[in-house]
Nanobody, 123 residues
Framework: QVQLVESVGGLVQAGGSLRLSCAAS????????MGWYRQAPGKQRELVAT???????TYADSVKGRFTISRDNAKTTVYLQMNSLKPEDTAVYYC?????????????????WGQGTQVTVSS
């Protein structure tokens, strides 16, 4: 089992900043990817950003240049620094951890989710 504990989101004005964190514990593989997804009302869950244990990152086009993902491998904590927030960033943000096959990192052995935290950006 893997437990993911997310920080509380919040309400911020457009143009503002917010930082989310997520601490993982439990059965975490040596090779894993952690990340953030989000789901706005009436929309599907979408990828925001991911980061591997090696530090490789991916970002959704909509957040490139505004959001930065980082991680502390010693504590298995992932952070999402969100700057220049827009009303369209309003969503429930979910922390994710994928345990990977050590021999083939494209093989996801198990996927885990946090409970989600609300981020609301007012115009």
């Amino acid at each position: 089992q893997v437990q993911l504990v997310e920080s509380v989101g919040g309400l911020v004005q457009a143009g503002g900043s917010l930082r989310l964190s997520c601490a993982a514990s439990g059965s975490i593989f040596r090779r894993n990817t952690m990340g953030w997804y989000r789901q706005a009302p009436g929309k599907q869950r979408e990828l925001v950003a991911t980061i591997s244990t090696g530090g490789s990152t991916t970002y959704a086009d909509s957040v490139k240049g505004r959001f930065t993902i980082s991680r502390d491998n010693a504590k298995t904590t992932v952070y999402l620094q969100m700057n220049s927030l827009k009303p369209e960033d309003t969503a429930v943000y979910y922390c994710n951890l994928d345990n990977l096959n050590n021999a083939n990192v494209n093989n996801v052995i198990s996927r885990h989710w946090g409970q989600g935290t609300q981020v609301t950006v007012s115009s």
